[in-house]
């Protein structure tokens, strides 16, 4: 069965390589749209089911792979930042704190729909004013959600990380290789 991730991001591209999954992509084009009182881990859900069924329209007969992350501080979901000035902002409220983020997938196909969220505890150390303006210059934090990359420079920066990596990242590997065998999208020798 083709498998199409319905995703932009290179880490999810990535993430999907190590595991050894052939897949083409196809973007979702329509805005999200969230309804209103939904809680972080029905935002993330209901977000990577967005932009899976948009692709699963357009590849009726494939298995469909959406995803989305969302990083939250206080309670406060930190998108991406506006601007590098924003970066320099939220990286001085999560430094010697702890984040939690968010990721949720969803695997549908006609017929069958599996959603699922993970969640991951970040905690950042310390950093200098210093230290956060050069993360900032080099431009990595400035496409994702919480300003930082845990795969790049903003590793240095991590302290400790209570769950899977690969949330953090984007993509938990480990629920969505359960996810794509329920599905019967994939087997366990790749035959």
Same mark, same amino acid.
């Given at each position: 069965?083709?498998?199409?991730?319905?995703?932009?991001? $290179?880490?999810?591209?990535?993430?999907?390589?190590?595991? /050894?999954?052939?897949?083409?992509?196809?973007?979702?084009?329509? $805005?999200?749209?969230? $309804?209103?009182?939904?809680?972080?881990?029905? +935002?993330?859900?209901?977000?990577?089911?967005?932009?899976?069924?948009?692709?699963?329209?357009?590849?009726?007969?494939?298995?469909?792979? /959406?995803? !989305?992350?969302?990083?939250?501080? !206080? /309670?406060?979901?930190? /998108?991406k930042p506006s601007s590098p000035d924003d970066a320099v902002r939220t990286l001085n409220r999560m430094q010697g704190r702890t984040h939690t983020v968010y990721t949720g997938v969803a695997v549908?196909?006609?017929?069958?729909? !599996?959603?699922?969220?993970?969640?991951?505890?970040?905690?950042?150390? $310390?950093? +200098?004013?210093?230290?956060?303006?050069?993360y900032v210059s080099t431009g990595e934090p400035l496409d994702k959600a919480g300003s930082y990359g845990v795969q790049g420079f903003g590793s240095v920066f991590v302290d400790s990380i209570e769950g899977n990596y690969f949330t953090v990242v984007g993509l938990p590997a480990p629920m969505l290789y359960e996810m794509l065998l329920n599905a019967e999208a994939i087997t366990e020798d790749r035959t």
């Open positions: 069965m083709e498998l199409i991730l319905a995703s932009q991001s $290179p880490r999810r591209r990535d993430i999907m390589r190590y595991m /050894g999954l052939k897949y083409q992509t196809e973007v979702c084009t329509e $805005p999200e749209q969230t $309804p209103a009182g939904l809680s972080v881990s029905e +935002t993330v859900m209901h977000l990577a089911k967005q932009k899976a069924a948009f692709a699963l329209r357009l590849h009726p007969d494939a298995c469909v792979i /959406g995803a !989305d992350t969302i990083v939250v501080l !206080d /309670g406060e979901i930190l /998108g549908l196909k006609a017929g069958y729909a !599996d959603v699922r969220y993970d969640a991951t505890r970040v905690r950042f150390r $310390p950093m +200098t004013e210093k230290e956060i303006r050069w």
